[in-house]
């Protein structure tokens, strides 16, 4: 396991100051600033360095697929992960069909998790001045859906078929965009309407207003109770995300449209997740210092209020069923120490 300051390929890493109590440096990456991955491993090594458990640096802005590899490989410490990837992994599939299904599933057996979070949701919305005015007026429009490939797109596509029935190229035109061109894409008027990762608040919404006011569909009742949506509720990286709006800040200019005050939706699952050969001291060390600071985390942004983090129910989280990555034997013994249950299949 790597305890190197900082690795070479590094170059963009956030270094935490160093304390003089802290015991070891560990390495880490996560994604983009202004997202819940980020917001997590910056707050974690925050917290880690002044707890006096260890000092972070912190390589941002890196895709997720190649931090876990890293992880598995022994060359970073911690990584934020979409718990998609560790079940791709282990198969060898998708981002990881180059390595084979048995490199794979050896690399995957070497990545245990800390705690669990919630990316955020998924929304329908639109300008109000679209001619899409909710779920059944998807037919026949051009729907901004995500970048050309990855999960977000996936979820997309498998949301909308799960509450339509309608399907992508066949009864809607799908759209895409790279992310760091989306917010363009939304304001341009590329599209109808977007079905999108979504956050309370979400920053792409934000800087979108200003082309003019919108509204964003929560799934309705009947299809979320649907077979179909809660069987997809519970495929690899995926997770409920359910929320009382009344426990979110009003946006001015967004209407939140919901049939009884609830927003429902399919939540991208992840986890802080290191080598399962982490020291077994560090890695409850670590996972203490997060579950004793949830409001640091739900509080870092706007956008960290809904995260999840202090969950450890496997309906809740995305662990269990087909993600085959366990808790870090170190995490077990925190969150039992801080009176919580880990269930026998996210058990090493």
Avoid at 157 to 164: K, S
Wanted: with cysteine; hydrophobic share 40%; net charge positive.
């Amino acid at each position: 396991m790597s305890r190197r300051l900082a690795l070479p390929t590094l170059a963009a890493a956030l270094a935490f100051g160093a304390s003089a109590n802290a015991q070891v440096n560990l390495t880490a990456e996560t994604g983009p600033p202004g997202g819940v991955p980020h917001g997590a491993v910056t707050t974690l090594g925050e917290l880690a360095s002044q707890a006096g458990v260890a000092n972070f640096q912190i390589a941002e802005g890196q895709t997720l697929t190649n931090s876990l590899q890293n992880v598995a490989q022994g060359k970073t410490d911690v990584a934020a992960v979409p718990l998609i990837l560790p079940f791709l992994l282990s198969k060898g599939a998708g981002p990881y069909a180059k390595l084979g299904k048995k490199k794979g599933a050896e690399l995957a057996a070497n990545t245990a998790v800390l705690y669990t979070y919630l990316y955020g949701g998924y929304a329908l919305y639109a300008y109000d001045s679209s001619p899409v005015k909710g779920w059944k007026d998807i037919k026949g429009k051009t729907i901004v859906n995500g970048p050309p490939r990855g999960a977000a797109l996936s979820i997309a596509r498998a949301l909308v078929r799960l509450v339509t029935g309608y399907s992508d190229g066949k009864d809607y035109k799908g759209r895409q965009s790279n992310w760091g061109q989306m917010v363009k894409t939304i304001t341009d008027g590329t599209g109808d309407a977007m079905v999108l990762p979504i956050t309370f608040p979400d920053s792409r919404i934000v800087r979108s207003l200003g082309s003019g006011s919108m509204t964003a569909w929560s799934v309705p009742i009947k299809a979320w109770n649907s077979a179909g949506m809660q069987k997809y509720l519970k495929a690899p990286g995926i997770a409920p995300w359910v929320i009382d709006l009344k426990t979110v800040k009003p946006l001015k200019g967004l209407t939140l449209v919901s049939e009884d005050g609830v927003w429902r939706s399919p939540a991208t699952a992840g986890a802080d997740m290191v080598h399962m050969s982490m020291d077994f001291e560090i890695a409850k060390a670590l996972t203490k210092v997060a579950i004793s600071n949830v409001k640091a985390f739900t509080t870092k942004a706007p956008y960290m209020a809904n995260m999840g983090i202090g969950n450890t129910d496997p309906a809740k989280t995305g662990l269990c069923g087909p993600v085959p990555v366990k808790y870090h034997p170190g995490a077990v013994a925190a969150w039992e120490e801080a009176g919580h249950k880990i269930p026998d299949c996210a058990r090493p």
